[in-house]
């Protein structure tokens, strides 16, 4: 096992206006698994790629077990990596890409194909050892890919959004093997990825946008308490309530509620309100903090019903209905927090949406190709 440390990291591309990566810091502890999300561009893969070894950082360090790394070539650090595509060697047959690493660190090709088949064991292609990478699926490529990267032996795991090619089904068979990969080798994990549910498959993850970490907490933390308003933006989810904190409750058109532990204690805020804490009733009939408010539209999600709305003085707000609940298009109805609810989150007010509406999740593009390019 081997602890991932990086301290102050900066990083500028040849010609570039602006930094891709700005006094970046994260620690991955042994054996722990650390996520990183961003909206496209926001250094996501460069930070891999400094980790790695192949690009050089401007500033800062990258620690492997307290050792600095500056410098060392990317074979010479205790790390593997993974990227978005498998990049198989066409000219080899499974065993031989799986052996691949072995063989480089000098491991005769029988002491390496039963390395190979130890991995490949583990990512359950058993038998596989001889068949062409061209036959495979997408999901049993990215199944050789992972056992190459594992068979490497080294310490730490970067995955570079390994997954995100494949479809739904694929991907947990892919998140399910990476949990029994950790608990069988126990490797340090830094994991890229633009899927919220796939981050949360780490004990940690790292808000990046901008080049800059605006948070690390675990997952649930992220969304109970965004460190601002780029992050609530990025996770979605969220209703913004515009208005002022005094006397410690914030105060808008939705009248007063009491904020959190933590939030600002005065001046301007936005409270952000969960679209699943948020009850609708008949227009007039919420108790407590609400408005009034136009049903736009409701999109069905499995069996609940994600519903837009317009309030009067033309703000945009979400609700998610329970399971059996459901409104109609054009009707005017309240929209609230239900009785008890208790003190809620807000954080400093920043930038209308309009101007940030670059913050969002990566999407991928048509094929499977990525539409980020340096991460």
């Not at 301290?7 to 996520?35: C, F, I, K, N, Q």
């Not at 999901?139 to 190459?148: D, F, K, P, S, Y």
Request: charge should be negative; proline fraction near 6%; aromatic fraction near 2%.
């Amino acid at each position: 096992m081997s602890r991932l440390e990086i301290h102050g990291v900066g990083h500028r591309y040849p010609g570039a206006a602006t930094d891709a990566l700005t006094d970046v810091s994260v620690e991955v502890a042994d054996g722990a698994m650390v996520s990183v999300v961003g909206p496209s561009g926001s250094g996501k893969s460069t930070l891999l790629r400094v980790a790695a070894g192949l690009r050089d950082a401007a500033t800062g360090r990258v620690l492997i077990d307290g050792r600095d790394v500056a410098g060392d070539a990317t074979e010479r650090r205790d790390l593997t990596m993974m990227f978005q595509r498998p990049l198989l060697f066409d000219h080899l047959d499974v065993a031989g890409n799986v052996g691949f690493a072995p063989r480089l660190a000098g491991a005769g090709r029988r002491e390496a194909r039963r390395c190979a088949q130890r991995y490949l064991r583990l990512v359950h292609l058993e038998g596989f050892e001889r068949r062409d990478v061209a036959s495979l699926s997408g999901g049993q490529q990215q199944r050789v890919a992972l056992a190459r990267a594992l068979a490497a032996e080294r310490g730490v795991l970067l995955l570079d959004e390994p997954f995100s090619s494949l479809d739904r089904e694929l991907r947990a068979a892919m998140h399910d093997l990476l949990d029994e990969v950790r608990a069988a080798l126990e490797p340090t994990v830094l994991l890229v990825t633009h899927d919220l549910d796939e981050a949360a498959l780490a004990e940690s993850t790292v808000v990046l946008i901008d080049g800059t970490v605006h948070q690390h907490a675990p997952m649930p933390e992220l969304h109970r308490r965004p460190a601002d308003l780029a992050v609530a933006r990025l996770l979605g989810g969220f209703t913004e309530v515009p208005g002022t904190v005094r006397d410690g409750a914030h105060h808008s058109a939705w009248g007063r509620v009491p904020v959190a532990a933590g939030a600002p204690r005065s001046g301007a805020a936005t409270l952000l309100l969960r679209r699943e804490a948020l009850c609708v009733a008949a227009a007039g009939g919420t108790r407590g903090p609400g408005v009034s408010a136009r049903v736009v539209r409701r999109r069905p999600v499995g069996t609940r019903v994600i519903v837009s709305l317009v309030a009067e003085d033309g703000s945009p707000l979400e609700v998610e209905l329970p399971a059996g609940e459901d409104v109609t298009p054009g009707h005017r109805v309240g929209v609230g927090l239900p009785e008890g609810a208790g003190p809620q989150w807000a954080v400093p007010a920043g930038p209308d949406r309009d101007a940030t509406s670059s913050t969002s999740l990566d999407t991928v593009a048509p094929g499977g190709a990525h539409a980020e390019s340096t991460g």
